[in-house]
Structures are given as C-alpha cells and as structure tokens.
C-alpha cells in the first residue's frame, strides 16, 4: 500500500486569495489525481496529474483555477487560485499503480473560504 | 456516462446486526469496483477491492459480492460495532484507460449501543 501525506491539513482563507495543497507520497506512484469534495457531497475527480507534463482536467475544472504540477513520480500540488466561499471543500490527493490495483486516498485537506 | 448511486442514504442500526449497504452502477463495463470507509472530516481508507472478473471479496467482518451484468454491488458488515460508524462509499474504475474513479453518493451508517 501507499502512504500518502496532505498538507495543510486544514486552513481558513480570505476570499480572492489562492491556497497551495501538497501531495507526498512514500513511493513512486504512476498516476497521481486530484478529488474535490463538496460538503455532503461525494467525490469529485478535477484533474490527473501528469509527472513532466501538463495535467488533464475534467470538464468543469481548468488550469487556470486549479493549476497542478507534478515534478516527479512521489510529489504533486494543487493550487486553488482566486478563491470564493465556494471552493470551500475538502480536496483529496490519490494515487494508483496502473493495472488494477488498489487506489489510495490522502487525508484531505479541509479549506474554508471566508 | 457512469453514474453510481447508493442506496440508502443513511442507515441507523443497533449494535450487533448485521449491515447491507446497496451500490448500483449504470455501465458494466467496468474494470474493479472499491468500497471505502470515510470518518467524519477525513481522508478515504480503502476496504475491499473487486475485480471485474471476481463475485465476491471478504476481508474480517467485510464481505463485498459484485454482479457486473445487473450493475450492481453490496457491502455486508456482519455484527455491527459503534466503530463501524462513518460514510461508506462504493466507486467504480472504468474498463477504458486510467484509473479514475467514480464515486457514488455514500451511505452514512450509524451504529448506536
């Protein structure tokens, strides 16, 4: 299995301003994604995250809001730009192996957007 | 487009019966299906894992059973404890490349002493 770290864990933010979420993982890993979810809501893929390249996002996310890098196969961050009381979510970093294995979730990372 | 639902929303049972959790998906054409457990506020802890090919998982207390051609998965968790309590959600992989996932609603279980 993989052990995977978020941080923060939590943060309260201002709106307008933009939040920086990372993604470790203790192995290297071939596919690293994004989850959003809202509050009573379930989860949401908003984009995989491509080790060298850009990351391919999900019809209703763009780069321009949720910019990802992934500079290696362990490493991934998320950012949320521009926030409103919206993007407040719980946002959730996961990792897969390729074939059928099992995918691992993070702990999330809980953001309220005041 | 797949779409998972979970049925029932919410379940309240007393300590010691016997769960059924309910998991449908619309297109069988699926490559595993995951059942996770999620505490309030956090992360995913991942139970049980079934393949296309396989009927049925078990895992302690745990028993997952798969119907692909019916669209269709169950969760049974057998002498429920107060620790059982959280939001179960199933998730399906789709037979095309990559592992994205799609996530039905979750059912939230309560097990009361």
């Known amino acids: 299995s993989a052990v995977i770290s978020q941080k923060p864990s939590r943060d309260i933010c201002q709106r307008g301003t933009s939040l920086t979420i990372q993604c470790q993982v203790d192995?290297?890993?071939?596919?690293m994604f994004w989850y959003r979810q809202q509050p009573g809501q379930s989860l949401t893929l908003i984009a995989t995250?491509?080790?060298?390249?850009?990351?391919?996002?999900e019809s209703g996310f763009v780069i321009d809001k949720f910019p990802i890098s992934r500079p290696n196969l362990t490493f991934s961050t998320l950012t949320v730009s521009n926030m409103s009381p919206e993007d407040s979510s719980i946002y959730l970093c996961?990792?897969?192996?390729?074939?059928?294995?099992?995918?691992?979730f993070g702990p999330g990372t809980r953001l309220t957007v005041l | 487009k797949q779409e998972v639902t979970q049925i029932p929303a919410a379940l309240s049972v007393p300590e010691g019966e016997n769960l059924v959790l309910n998991c449908s998906f619309t297109?069988?054409?699926?490559?595993?299906l995951q059942w996770f457990r999620q505490d309030p506020g956090k992360g995913l802890t991942s139970l049980l894992l079934?393949?296309?090919?396989?009927r049925e998982q078990t895992s302690g207390r745990l028993n997952a059973s798969l119907d692909k051609s019916s669209g269709r998965s169950t969760l049974y968790i057998a002498a429920s404890q107060p620790g059982d309590s959280a939001t179960y959600l199933c998730?399906?992989?789709?037979?095309?490349?990559?592992?994205?996932?799609?996530f039905g609603g979750g059912t939230r279980v309560l097990v009361k002493p």
């Open positions: 996961s990792v897969g192996t390729g074939g059928a294995d099992t995918q691992y």
């Open positions: 192995s290297q890993v071939t596919m």
């Open positions: 995250a491509n080790q060298g390249s850009e990351a391919t996002y």
């Open positions: 297109d069988s054409a699926i490559y595993n």
């Open positions: 079934i393949q296309s090919s396989q």
């Open positions: 998730a399906v992989r789709p037979a095309a490349a990559g592992n994205k996932l799609t």
